[in-house]
């Protein structure tokens, strides 16, 4: 099993920043790709950012792209989220998820998730 505990969640004004941990720990040998959906109130969970953990190509969704940046640091298991200009449609709860597939956006495709950590952004 592979357990992932993300923090780094709080309240920020809109406009601000606010950096996402993700820490993986368990039977982490094979895991291609780690990423973060998130799941705003009355809406269902939508992919946000992905990262494969051997080569480091991210996936965007359109909507942060040039806001959002991903990252891994492999040595210690942890994948990032650096979350600037933050907008009120932001908030959301935002999950750390983990894949062994090759398809790193798929909800349905996630073998392994966190608890989720809140953001909120304030207008």
């Known amino acids: 099993q592979v357990r992932l505990v993300e923090s780094g969640g709080g309240l920020v004004q809109a406009g601000g920043s606010l950096r996402l941990s993700c820490a993986a720990s368990?039977?982490?040998?094979?895991?291609?790709?780690m990423g973060w959906f998130c799941q705003a109130p009355g809406k269902q969970r939508e992919f946000v950012a992905a990262i494969t953990l051997s080569g480091g190509s991210t996936t965007y969704t359109d909507s942060v792209k040039g806001r959002f940046t991903i990252s891994r640091d492999n040595a210690k298991n942890t994948v990032y989220l650096q979350m600037n200009s933050l907008k009120p449609e932001d908030t959301a709860v935002y999950y750390c998820?983990?894949?062994?597939?090759?398809?790193?956006?798929?909800?349905?495709?996630?073998?392994?998730w966190g608890t989720g950590t809140l953001v909120t952004v304030s207008s």
């Open positions: 998820a983990a894949t062994r597939n090759s398809d790193v956006t798929d909800y349905y495709g996630m073998d392994y």
């Open positions: 368990g039977r982490t040998f094979g895991i291609n790709a």
